[in-house]
């Protein structure tokens, strides 16, 4: 069979499972067009279970029961449990070091200036930078997460878009069809919404490129409503992931449990006991009592008994396992002694005392790259055809770069004297430079003032040659 041959069978396979899925839909057969979607739940709900600190392994730990010499049980001694945040601490770094500043986007294209400036303002509008980080964090969590984009008419029925941050924490169920080239083909967001009579029912919105259903669980079956999808575009960003504490989860659990039975051992010998021979005269004190004065007889003896520190092997193991943990899921030890000689280092000192959340960022861009510019192509076709749809030929020519930027930001003087050099050269147009440096908040703006300037000062100039001519001058 022919390479032509194979490539289309294969894609006549994607196009008839999708016509399968669209008539089981069209037909209110909900609960069979899910069967042929993935779901996120139950591995999200894995999860979290290690994330939550409520409900780590340690604890399910139980208390401990004492009986008397003849076996009858007496009571149940309690036992510690402690949890440590080693999973919240980890992906909190992780995500500072990815989005800890604003994606910075570019105009890649001439003569698109409305686009982009409308562009930007709706960014701010919808609040991108503070979702894309929620998404990032529940991600690193959960391992997915999505950013639904909503276009609505408000009540002076003008379009608007939103966005909504979905994710198995926040009680939402995530379904998914991808092709064989991991292109996402279906996408499905459940939810449960309490109605008239405080009844709890079940919703499964399903978007594809073409359509949307919204489908409502009812006694028997499904209530089915489509409607066209005017976006063209699935409007959802699906972040993947593994979570940020993968392959560490064992030596957490270790460092939790050894926690724990420290602080019970804590408990029965860190305290002195007294201990003390028969041959004692007088009775012990009371504790509220001030006198302190023992009498013994011959060969009595009074003294406290101590307990030792823990073993110099126990300390060993658990700074190794503090030091894993961190360094097996790339994350720098950032605590407070730590941070406290750094505060006179360069941003470029700090990139390499914090390298190893540096790697584990530039990893994640090879997938957060995708997701940027979805996200793009996403908001040109919701702005040409939504929302602004009289400038569709404008979005459509509006072409856009990305780039992320470091947490701590960048030697910026060092970088500005060298686009000045650059420009002193003859390398770099005043209006580039001016874009590049970072005392200029609107480039255009100042080139148009330059340009007052430069104008007034010709004038200027022009008006004492005129004097100079006719000897007026001083």
């Not at 279970?49 to 409520?54: A, D, G, R, T």
């Not at 089915?224 to 005017?230: A, D």
């Not at 560490?248 to 305290?271: G, K, L, P, W, Y």
């Not at 658990?318 to 730590?338: A, E, G, M, Q, W």
Request: negative net charge; contains cysteine.
């Amino acid at each position: 069979m022919g390479l032509f041959n194979v490539i289309t069978n294969e894609v006549k396979a994607a196009v008839g499972y999708q016509q399968s899925f669209g008539e089981l839909l069209a037909s209110k057969d909900v609960g069979r067009a899910m069967n042929l979607m993935r779901s996120h739940c139950d591995e999200a709900q894995r999860n979290l279970e290690e994330y939550n600190v409520k409900t780590h392994k340690i604890m399910q730990r139980k208390d401990k029961p004492i009986f008397d010499k003849k076996g009858n049980f007496l009571r149940y001694q309690n036992r510690w449990r402690i949890p440590i945040p080693y999973q919240q601490f980890i992906n909190e770094v992780a995500l500072v070091f990815l989005y800890g500043r604003p994606v910075k986007w570019l105009q890649e294209s001439e003569g698109t200036d409305y686009a982009f400036d409308a562009y930007k303002n709706l960014l701010k509008e919808i609040r991108f930078d503070a979702h894309v980080r929620e998404c990032k964090r529940l991600a690193g969590a959960e391992g997915s997460a999505a950013i639904l984009y909503h276009t609505y008419k408000d009540q002076d029925n003008k379009p608007k878009l939103l966005l909504n941050v979905l994710a198995k924490s926040k009680d939402d169920d995530i379904y998914t069809i991808k092709d064989q080239y991991k292109r996402l083909m279906a996408f499905g967001w459940g939810y449960t919404l309490t109605e008239a009579g405080g009844k709890s029912v079940y919703h499964i919105d399903i978007y594809t490129a073409e359509s949307i259903y919204r489908c409502k669980r009812i006694t028997m079956g499904w209530e089915v409503m489509s409607m066209q999808n005017v976006i063209g575009k699935i409007p959802v960003i699906l972040f993947e992931q593994e979570v940020e504490h993968a392959g560490v989860q064992h030596m957490i659990e270790r460092v939790e449990s050894m926690e724990s039975t420290d602080a019970d051992v804590n408990d029965r010998f860190a305290n002195p006991a007294m201990v003390a021979t028969a041959d004692i005269i007088n009775a012990l004190p009371k504790a509220e009592e001030e006198a302190k004065l023992y009498i013994l007889k011959d060969g009595g003896e009074i003294k406290y008994l101590t307990w030792d520190d823990a073993s110099e092997s126990k300390k060993n193991e658990y700074d190794r396992l503090d030091k894993h943990i961190l360094n097996k899921s790339f994350t720098p030890d950032v605590d407070f002694d730590n941070m406290k000689s750094l505060s006179n280092l360069s941003a470029k000192a700090l990139k390499q005392m914090m390298m190893l959340a540096v790697i584990k960022a530039e990893k994640r861009k090879e997938t957060h790259d995708g997701y940027m510019n979805r996200h793009a192509n996403l908001m040109r076709a919701i702005m040409g055809n939504v929302i602004d749809y009289a400038n569709k030929a404008k979005y459509d020519a509006l072409v856009l770069g990305h780039e992320f930027q470091e947490p701590f930001g960048e030697d910026v003087s060092d970088a500005l004297n060298d686009i000045l050099k650059q420009f002193g050269a003859g390398a770099l147009s005043l209006q580039t430079t001016l874009e590049m440096s970072y005392l200029v908040k609107n480039a255009k703006t100042e080139l148009a003032r330059i340009k007052e300037e430069q104008t007034e000062a010709i004038e200027r100039q022009k008006e004492l040659n005129k004097m100079d001519v006719f000897g007026n001058a001083e």
